[in-house]
């Protein structure tokens, strides 16, 4: 990933503070207003100097927030090591408020500000061939909706259809203009944002790119089918994830895996179509982070996720290893992969009373994940039965990618699929019910005192 360089540095320096909680502290401050930044650094000059800006992956792939991972049910911490943990870790892992300054709400917008000042330099820059000058376009209007999107599921309410228009969702950044004041939107508007943003980004994409960090036509059906899922919208889920698959579909056949290996998957490895990932929370550390111990227990004995996803401790307990990043850290996948979007493409057959398609996706899935010769193909034919299945499955194949959140926030809106969540700390017990304000993170209080956002409960 090779950085090409306009002074790139100097110029990273100065659009890093431009998030959307540091906006509203500046524009308080004349001083830096009054400082105009010299143009040749602060501004893009040339479509190299835009691609660089994409090339360089710590500050626009690695923006994503590690919170809902954090919060989610797939792991455990003992009290030990759940004391050591900074304020923040602690209370997002017990469902506890805190709006303290985080990066998790300040660096998924210093991202989009990124995407927004490529696309503002767009028409003003000079060389690049139309089908480049699309790529770039298309790559920014990618970041912007997937990181919008991304903030949704932390600091935002489950979608609902039925009240979507009256509920607040995030402050939506569409300017790279500093001084421009952010208010958040309604949830609605969230969506219908990012859904346009990804719509009109995929025209202009490539059908794969040379780089997997870089945004591609079944990254941007991926992401639609994502955002859909997440909506509830299960036709047009299922419609993108197809789309999707028909330009790219591998899959990686487990058995070809060692499953002794500290990092089992490569970066940029079959199943990644569009590779990111989350910062790096101390509380999903592998020294740390248990795998809940029904999770595991839920693997078959023939099944290499059992074994190729997890190392066991030495106290008998399990971690997880097998995240697509390809680095050995805490850092979440947050990309596109064909997994995720075969387990769409199969709910939303099932839900669509397709059982025919729903098990043929599902069990192309797993057919790659079992010991050779072991597999017996799933045949359940009732639709329901089906469902759960599917979305056990999903589970079991997707960890630490911060889709357990969303799952868990979307199914419980459906009377048979919503669950309570408990931690044990120490002997107290921490629940999270359905539908419960903790739900949704609280913004950095920066945002809400100097930019004057309202906050969430």
């Known amino acids: 990933m090779k950085n090409q360089q ?4 100097h110029w ?4 890093l503070f431009m998030t959307v909680v540091i906006l509203p502290l500046f524009s308080s401050c004349n001083k830096y207003l009054d400082a105009k930044p010299d143009q040749s650094i602060a501004t893009p000059s040339t479509i190299e100097d835009l691609e660089g800006i994409l090339n360089n992956y710590n500050f626009v792939n690695a923006k ?7 919060s989610s049910d797939d792991y455990y911490l003992t009290g030990t090591d759940w004391a050591s943990l900074a304020d923040y870790q602690r209370a ?8 303290g ?3 998790d709400y300040t660096s998924p917008y210093s991202a989009i500000e990124y995407a927004n000042v490529i696309l503002e330099s767009l028409d003003k820059i000079s060389g690049g061939n139309s089908v480049q000058m699309k790529a770039v376009r298309g790559n920014a209007l990618y970041l912007r909706a997937a990181y919008h999107y991304a903030l949704a599921q932390v600091f935002a309410p489950v979608y609902n259809k039925n009240t979507a228009d009256s509920d607040l969702g995030i402050a939506l950044r569409l300017t790279a203009d500093i001084a421009a004041k952010s208010k958040r939107s309604t949830l609605a508007e969230n969506y219908k944002q990012i859904i346009t943003d990804l719509s009109n980004a995929a025209p202009l ?3 794969f790119p040379n780089q997997k960090f ?3 036509k079944p990254a941007a059906y991926g992401m639609l089918a994502r955002v859909y899922l997440a909506m509830g919208d299960y036709a047009n889920a299922g419609k993108y994830a197809d789309e999707a698959l028909k330009l790219y579909n591998k899959l990686i056949n487990y058995n070809t895996v060692s499953a002794t290996a500290a990092i089992p998957f490569r970066q940029f490895n079959d199943e990644v179509i569009y590779d990111s990932r989350a910062g790096i929370p101390p509380a999903l550390a592998n020294t740390k982070a248990k795998i809940d111990t029904l999770l595991f227990s839920s693997y078959a004995s023939n099944d290499l996720r059992r074994t190729v996803l997890f190392k ?3 106290n008998g307990s399990r971690a997880f290893k097998g995240s697509y990043t390809g680095v050995n850290n805490a850092s979440p996948f947050t990309g596109i992969a064909t997994n995720e979007l075969y387990f769409i493409k199969a709910e939303c057959a099932v839900r669509a009373n397709d059982v025919t398609n729903g098990l043929a996706a599902l069990n192309t899935v797993l057919s790659t994940r079992w010991k050779t010769g072991t597999y017996q193909p799933v045949t359940i034919t009732d639709a329901g039965v089906l469902l759960k299945t599917v979305l056990v499955e999903r589970r079991k194949d997707l960890l630490f990618r911060t889709l357990r959140w969303t799952d868990l926030r979307r199914l419980n809106l459906e009377a048979e699929h919503r669950q309570e969540i408990r931690r044990n700390l120490n002997g107290t017990i921490y629940k999270l019910e359905p539908g419960s304000a903790r739900y949704v993170f609280q913004i950095d209080q920066n945002a809400v005192e100097i930019g004057g956002l309202i906050q969430n409960p």
């Open 312 to 314: 066991t401790n030495a």
């Open 12 to 15: 990273i320096r100065h659009v």
């Open 214 to 216: 870089r945004a591609s």
């Open 101 to 103: 300054p985080i990066g």
């Open 64 to 70: 994503y927030s590690a919170a809902p991972e954090v």
């Open 6 to 9: 306009f002074n790139f540095n």
């Open 92 to 99: 997002y892992y017990s469902w506890q408020k805190y709006n």
């Open 205 to 207: 994409l490539p059908d």
